[in-house]
């Protein structure tokens, strides 16, 4: 009887690392952008809400847009950029999070990966919030589509750029 004890690879050598092909890579950069967004935002958009109660001078969230529209001009370019600055950045974070591991554990896969599967999750993200009535008025829909598209891009790609730095050199 033999007594070998056989194990199964959970992790791939250097020997025998399999290439994923290039769509694999956009699905995992769409996922991991989403993951990795999702919880940020929540945080993020908590905050833009507190901050704007502060610059509104009201005590809750649902007085906000009574406030809004009594308010200076001043005063509302203040509440939109702390409620959309906070949102931005959080998506920022988490598209460069997402390119930066397809950079590099991509193999071949880069920033073209990493920046079409960042768009997909901008895409779903705003398809939801649009499909939910979130973004009314059209003009408000194709601004915002084209904002978080342009966002999520430029930050995957520089997200690829540097876990490609990371790569150990042969």
Do not use: H, N, Y
């Amino acid at each position: 009887m033999d007594r070998r004890v056989r194990r199964l690879p959970v992790l791939q050598s250097g020997d025998e690392v399999v290439e994923r092909p290039a769509s694999q890579w956009v699905a995992i950069a769409a996922a991991l952008c989403l993951a990795f967004w999702v919880p940020l935002v929540v945080v993020a958009l908590g905050a833009g809400r507190a901050l704007a109660t502060k610059i509104a001078g009201v005590s809750d969230v649902s007085e906000l847009a009574r406030s809004a529209a009594t308010a200076s001009v001043g005063q509302r370019i203040g509440i939109a950029a702390v409620l959309i600055v906070p949102a931005l950045g959080s998506l920022a974070l988490a598209a460069a999070a997402s390119g930066a591991v397809v950079g590099r554990f991509g193999g071949r896969a880069g920033g073209r990966e990493a920046v079409l599967g960042s768009g997909i999750a901008a895409a779903v993200s705003w398809g939801l919030a649009w499909s939910g009535g979130g973004l009314r008025p059209w003009t408000l829909a194709v601004t915002t589509g084209l904002l978080v598209t342009g966002v999520s891009a430029a930050f995957a790609g520089l997200g690829a750029r540097l876990g490609r730095r990371r790569r150990p050199q042969p």
